[in-house]
C-alpha cells in the first residue's frame, strides 16, 4: 500500500552540474522553456547520463551520428510511445507522447497508440512496425526471420529494422530507469502538440 | 495484419431514432457540444441501448436513481479510466479520461491513473480504490475479504465498494463492446478538461 | 487465508421488494421452483437490478424485444457458460451449465465447454463461435478483421457476431459482479439438465 | 480451427491385453460397470500403464503400499479435481469430479473446487491444502518455506505435504497425456454422485 | 524471504534401502561414479521410487521394455532439458543437460535448448519437436490436430508423437517433485560433457 | 517453423573498425583470449557501440568513473546472469554466467541463478538483490516503497539499489539486442571457469 511517490532520487541542481552536462541542460531548456525531468534526474551519475544521450542521439537522431535512418522522426517517436506504454512508464508516455503530436502535427495519434496501437489512425506499415516493436519489447527471445520477412514486406529493410529494435530496447532501459526511480513528468508535457494549430497568417 | 478500424458498424441517423433515444441524444448534444460517438453506436439495438444507459445512470449518477454514494463524480470516473486502460479500451480511456479531468480539474490525473496508477497524484485512498478496481477488472474470483478490509480500512463501506465493483463490471461490459466493434472517440475528448483553467474576471 | 464466503451482501426477502421486481420473481419462481440467487441478491439495488435483467432479456431473449438471432438458445447458454469458467465464476457456470444442459438437451456439453472446449462435441461452427467469445472475454482489444472473416466463414453475419461479443461482454459484467460479491449458486442448478430423460410412454 | 477430437489414439480391445492388465481392467469394470476409458487408452503401452497404475495406487492408495495418510481419500480427489481443471484436463476433472462426489457424500463440491476452490465449501485447512496445491501445480520453482509453514498451522505435517504436492504432480502428468491424446470421459461419470442419495430402508 | 534450501526431506541412507532399491542405486554408482541425488530422494517412499524409475525407463530406455522409438537418446534428453528450463527445475536441467551433452557429444546444446531453444544449433526437426514438447508442458488443453500435422511433416509418426508428449508430461512430474522437496543436483552434473574430448589413443 | 538463427547482421571485421574501437577490441583480445562477439556485432554501428561500451563500464566497472558500488562485482554478474535468463538471452547468459563463475569463483553459481535462483547457494542478501532485480526486469511499474525498503532491511543503501536497477535496466537492453538480431555466445563462453580450479604450486 503506498502513496504516489515523487522521484526516490534528488536531482542535482543546474549550477552544479560538470560544464558539458550543464551546457547541454541549458540547451535544452533554451528551446524547450523548460528542462525535462530526466535531464536532472540521470545528471546525478554524469557517466550514465552521458552515455545515456549518446545512445539516445545515435538512434533517436541518426543524422547528429552521420547515418540516414528509413524511419520518420514521429515514427522513431511512435515507437517509444508504444512500447513505453506497454511498459506502463509514465514518463516516457507523457513525454514521448507529447514529442510525438508534434512531429506528427497530429493531436491524437499518441493517445491512440499507446492504448491500443491496433486502433490508431496509421498506415500499414507503421501497424507492423509497432507490431514488431511490442515483441521485441516483450518477447524479444521470440524473435524469428518470419517476423523479419514481414517487414520487410512493407519495404523496411535490415537496418531499419535494426533502427526499431535498437529504439525499443533503449526506451525499455529508460522505462525501468523512470520506473523503479518514480520520475515523474513535467507538467508541460501533457499539453503539448494538442492544441488546433492556429493557422498562421497568409 | 490490418489496417486501423473505423467502427465495423455503422451508426443510425439521428432522424431514425426512437423517440426516446434522440431526445436523449439531442439533450447530450445540446449540453456537451457533439453526441459521444457510444450514444450513437448503440443506438442501432435500442433495447441494450436503453438497457446500458439505465444501468449507466443507476452506477455513475446515483442521485438519478434515488441513492447517495460515498465515491465522487471524479472517483467514479477515475475507476472507469484506470480499468478501461487495463483492457486497452481507446474510447473509454480518451473519453472518460476527459471527464475525470473536468470534474477534478486536475489535467494531469486521466494520463497518469491510465499509464500507471501506482505514480499518479492520488490520495492513499485512491490509491487502494483503484488497486480493488483492477483486482475486480482482471483476477474477479480472487477477491477475498482482506480486500474487503482493506478498503474498510481507507473508510469505504460496503455500499463503496459495491460501487467500485459495479462501475468496473459494467465498464468492463462497455470496453469489450467498443473494442470489438471498432468504436472510436470523438476526437473532441482528446483535448478537454486539458488546458489550464482561465480565471474568470472578477 | 479465507474460508469460502457466503454472499457477502444480504438479500433482501422477496416481501420487501419493489412491486415489479417482486412480481417478476415471483414468475421466475412459479416456472422454476425456486428463486435464482441472482434475482434476489441484485434486488437490493432495484434501479441497477432492473436495468440488468432489462440488458439480459435484450440479449437472451431476443425476440422479447422484437428481434431475431442467428445464435440458438442453446448456443447463446454455451457463450455464458464457456466465458464464466474463464472467468472462474461459480455462480454462472453453474446456473447457465443447467440451462445449457437443458436447452440442448445434451447432459454432458456443460461441463466439456467449461473445462476445455476444443474437447467439447459441438459442431466447428460453434468452436469458432466459442474461440471468438474467448477473445472477446480475454483480449477484446486484439480482435481484428480476421476475426469476423472466421465467423463468415462459419456463416455468422455481423449481427451474430455483435450477440456473441454482447453476450460476452454482458456476462463478463455478471460474473464480476457474482465473483467480489461472493454469490453462490441454489444447489438445484447442479442436478439440472443432467438425468437421462425418461421417454414418455407411447 | 478443428473439430473435437476422439482419442487420437486407438485402443486395445480388452482380450488382447497383457494378462496382468486385463485382470485389473475386468476388475474395474466388475466394480464400476464400465472400464473407465484411461485404462484402457494407456494400456496400448504395457509397460507404460503398469507404471502410472503403481504410481496412482502408491499415491492415491496409500494403504495398498503399506503408509498411512494425513489426507482423506476426498481430500486426494479434491486435490486433484482441483488441478486437472487448472489445467483444463476434461477427462480427469469429469472422472475425479465424480469420485469426489462420491468420497464426501457431496454432490456440489466437486463443480464447485473446479470453477473456484475460493468459493468452495469446504474447511480452511482444504483451503489451504489446495492453495499449495495450486502452487505447486503452477509455479513449483517458487515453493518457499513459507508454503510449508502455512501448511504446518494447519495441522499437515511433512509426510502430508509430499502427498499434496505427489498427486498434484502425478495428475499434472495425467492430464498432459489425457489432453494431448484426445482422451474423453466415459458418459458415465458426468452424473455420478450427484443424485440425492436415497436413504436405505432401515 | 527465504535462504537456499538444502532438500527439505532427509534421504534415507544406502544401505537402509530395500534390496531392489540398494541393488539399483549401487548399480548407478558403480556406472555413474556417485549417485544422483533423485535416486535417494525419491527412495524413502520405495513404492514410489520404484513407479517412477518405472516409468523413468519406459519412456526414457525404451528398448528395456521391448520397444523402439523414433527419437535418439539425445533426441529425448532434449526434450527434458528444454521442458524442465520451462519449469524452472534446478535438479533436472542440470542433471539431463549433462546427459544431453554426452549422448549428443556436443558441450554447448545443453544451455542453447534450456535458454532458448530457438537460437540452439539443432536440426528444424528437433526445434519442431521442442516446440510441440513445450506446448505440452506449458498448454496441453490447446493441442490440436494442426499441432499433429507439424510433426508429421517433418517424419515423426504418431509413435513418436506419444514419446515426445510423455516424456515432457512425466517430467513435469519430475520437475515438480525436485522444485518442492528443495532436491539439488549432484556437483558432478554441472561440468558433465562440457570438457573437450580427449582423443582416446590408437 | 525456423532454423536456428547466426547472427542476422555480419559483423565487420576488426581491421576495418575505427580506430577506438579497434584499439579496445584487440585490447579484449588480449586479455580474454578471444573476442566476444558482442564486441564486433554492435561495432557495425560505432556510435552506438561508443554508447553502449560507457554505459556498460559507468555500471560495472564503476572505478573506472571514479565511483565506489556497494556490489561486488560478483554480485553485479549475478544480477546480469538471472535477470538475462528471464529475458531468455542466450548471448548474455552464456557469456556472463562465464564471468560470473570466475568471479565468485564458485563453478556452479551461473546455472543456478539462471534456472531459479530461489534454490542457488546464495546469501539472503543476494537473494533480495535478485528478486528486485527480477522485478525491475519483469515488472518495473510496481515497484514500490516497500520494494526500497526490503533491500535496505539487507543493508543495501539507495545508491546501490540504483545499481541493481540500472544493471537490470541496461541488460535488458542488451538482451533484446543479442536476441533480435541472433547473436550467438562464442564457444569458449560454455567452459570458462567451470574446471575446478588446480591448486597452483607451492
Redesign the interface.
Known sequence: ?????PS??PAPEIKDLPDDIRAKVLEVQEKAGFVPNVFLAFAR????W???F??H???MVPES???DSGLTKGEREMIVTTTS?A????YC??AHGAILRIYEKN??VA??V???H???????RQ??MLDFALK??NQ???????D?A?LHAHGFN?EDI?DI??I???F??????A????M?PN?EF??MG???KAKPAA
Not at 500500500?1 to 511517490?5: D, F, Q, R, Y
Not at 551519475?45 to 550514465?48: K, M, Q
Not at 511498459?87 to 509514465?90: A, D, K, P, Q, S
Open positions: 500500500m503506498s502513496t504516489p511517490t526516490r532520487y551519475r554524469p557517466a550514465e552521458r552515455a545515456f549518446a545512445y542521439d545515435a538512434l551520428v552521420g547515418r506504454a511498459n506502463h512508464c509514465l508516455v507523457v493531436p491524437l493517445d491512440q499507446a492504448i491500443n491496433r486502433k490508431a489512425d496509421i498506415s500499414p501497424r507492423a521485441v519489447c524479444s527471445h521470440e524473435v524469428e526471420d518470419a523479419f514481414a535490415d535494426w529494435a535498437a525499443t530496447a533503449f525499455g532501459l529508460s522505462n525501468r530507469m520506473s523503479f526511480s518514480g515523474m507538467p501533457y499539453l494538442r492544441a488546433p
